[in-house]
């Protein structure tokens, strides 16, 4: 495995830091006007730590499997890697939550999605988003009625609509442009608003997702 090979070269993992009980790793060195140690204390004085289970390490650095899928950052098998090419201390801490959520999601799928609460109100968001985006745009197929990630709805809001536009047209159905990529998506985003944004104004605009966050937490915290 690629990180196998890296880890075997030992001392390139020039940097230690630790969230609780995860280490961190810097295998690749952030740029100069990053301060690790304030995005990591950042998160630790936000996120409670009994969130922060199913994740044993964080990897800071260029990895092989990011540039192939063209993303910044992801989890996989309780770790969370994370590009070093930052741009400021606080989008690489919103990168971090937003994976810190899928680690937390994939913990809690019974809780967060077996009612379908989420579901429902993530698809009438959809449709809401729809009925604007029609007037300018052919959807793909299943816009309105399917909830995964799908790679076409994925590029069409990416490419064909772009985030800059669609931020705007999701101002009071989403709390993001990224949001309206897949509930899985909602789930993520919403959980930086909890931590990151303003509740009051999350609680409003998405009153189950929220809800559910709460749940969560309060059963994690027991």
């Not at 140690?37 to 950042?42: A, I, K, R, W």
């Not at 994976?99 to 579901?119: F, P, V, W």
């Not at 959807?139 to 309105?144: A, I, N, Q, S, V």
Request: proline share 3%.
């Amino acid at each position: 495995m690629w990180l196998e090979e890296s880890m075997k070269k030992g001392k390139r993992m020039k940097d230690h830091h630790k969230v609780g009980d995860i280490d961190i790793y810097i295998k690749d060195q952030l740029p100069e006007d990053i301060d690790a140690s304030f995005v990591f204390d950042y998160i630790s004085s936000r996120v409670p730590f009994y969130l922060l289970g199913g994740i044993e390490v964080i990897y800071v650095g260029s990895f092989p499997e990011m540039k192939k899928r063209d993303i910044e950052a992801f989890y996989e098998d309780e770790a969370i890697y994370i590009t070093n090419e930052q741009e400021s201390e606080m989008e690489m801490v919103e990168s971090l939550i937003h994976e810190i959520s899928h680690a937390l999601e994939q913990r809690q799928m019974e809780t967060i999605y077996d009612d379908g609460n989420l579901e429902s109100e993530f698809l009438a968001k959809r449709r809401r988003l729809a009925q604007l985006l029609s007037q300018k745009y052919m959807l793909p197929e299943g816009f309105e009625t399917d909830h995964s990630y799908r790679r076409d709805i994925d590029i069409f809001l990416y490419e064909t609509v772009g985030y800059e536009a669609l931020g705007q047209i999701c101002v009071g159905i989403f709390p993001s442009a990224y949001a309206a990529t897949s509930i899985s998506e909602y789930w993520a985003k919403g959980f930086e608003e909890l931590f990151l944004g303003d509740k009051n104004d999350f609680k409003e605009l998405c009153p189950i997702l929220y809800n559910k966050m709460i749940n969560v937490i309060e059963i994690l915290k027991e």
